[in-house]
């Protein structure tokens, strides 16, 4: 069993490989449904809490039966002086080989694109709405399908 003070320690080294690159070393944890790829730009639905987004991250790391087969921290975009990060948790050992998890793995997504955030919930239904309508294009976020998100929010 991990415990708060590994993943702490996690998170301070995925903010120093985001200071060796030159992105906000502030780190917001977000999950594969915050995000929204429209008109080749990447749209994150800015009401989340990040103090609770925080907290579910911590609690998948700990959970070792949710990630058996390792987890990723990854950096995905930037936005508002914020990288914005995800964990990804493969679902079987051949994925985890494939991906090069093993254990804990920290990477960055470069280019690191910027991020534009949607406060408004209404705007946001409507970009989702849009997005689902139009033909699906390959987005910065699509690796992250069994992202934290996915098992801890429901």
Same mark, same amino acid.
């Given at each position: !069993? ?5 993943? $702490? +320690?996690?998170?301070? @080294?995925?903010? #120093?490989? %985001? ?15 915050? *995000? ?5 730009? %990447? *749209? ?10 925080? /907290?579910?991250?911590? $609690? ?10 390792? =987890? $990723?921290?990854?950096? =995905?975009?930037? @936005? #508002?002086?914020?990288? /914005?990060? @995800? ?5 079987? @050992?051949? $994925?985890?080989? /494939? %991906? ?5 793995? %920290?990477?960055? /997504?470069?280019?690191? =694109? ?6 408004? +919930?209404?705007?946001?239904?409507? !970009?989702?709405?849009? +997005? ?9 976020? #699509?690796?992250? !399908? ?5 098992? +801890?929010?429901?």
């Amino acid at each position: !069993m991990r415990n708060t003070q590994e993943f $702490e +320690a996690h998170e301070r @080294s995925l903010q #120093d490989l %985001l200071k060796q690159c030159h992105h906000p070393t502030r780190i917001a944890w977000t999950f594969f449904e915050d *995000y929204v790829w429209h008109d080749c730009t %990447l *749209y994150l639905d800015g009401n989340f809490d990040l103090i609770q987004n925080r /907290l579910l991250t911590i $609690e998948t790391f700990n959970d070792t039966a949710a990630n058996m087969f390792g =987890i $990723e921290f990854k950096a =995905i975009a930037t @936005s #508002d002086g914020l990288s /914005l990060c @995800s964990a990804f948790t493969p679902q079987t @050992s051949r $994925e985890a080989e /494939l %991906l090069m998890i093993s254990d804990v793995k %920290l990477c960055i /997504l470069e280019p690191l =694109i910027s991020c534009q955030v949607v406060t408004d +919930a209404v705007e946001w239904t409507k !970009m989702v709405a849009r +997005a689902k309508r139009n033909a699906p294009q390959p987005s910065p976020v #699509d690796g992250l !399908m069994h992202s934290v998100g996915r098992t +801890a929010r429901k």
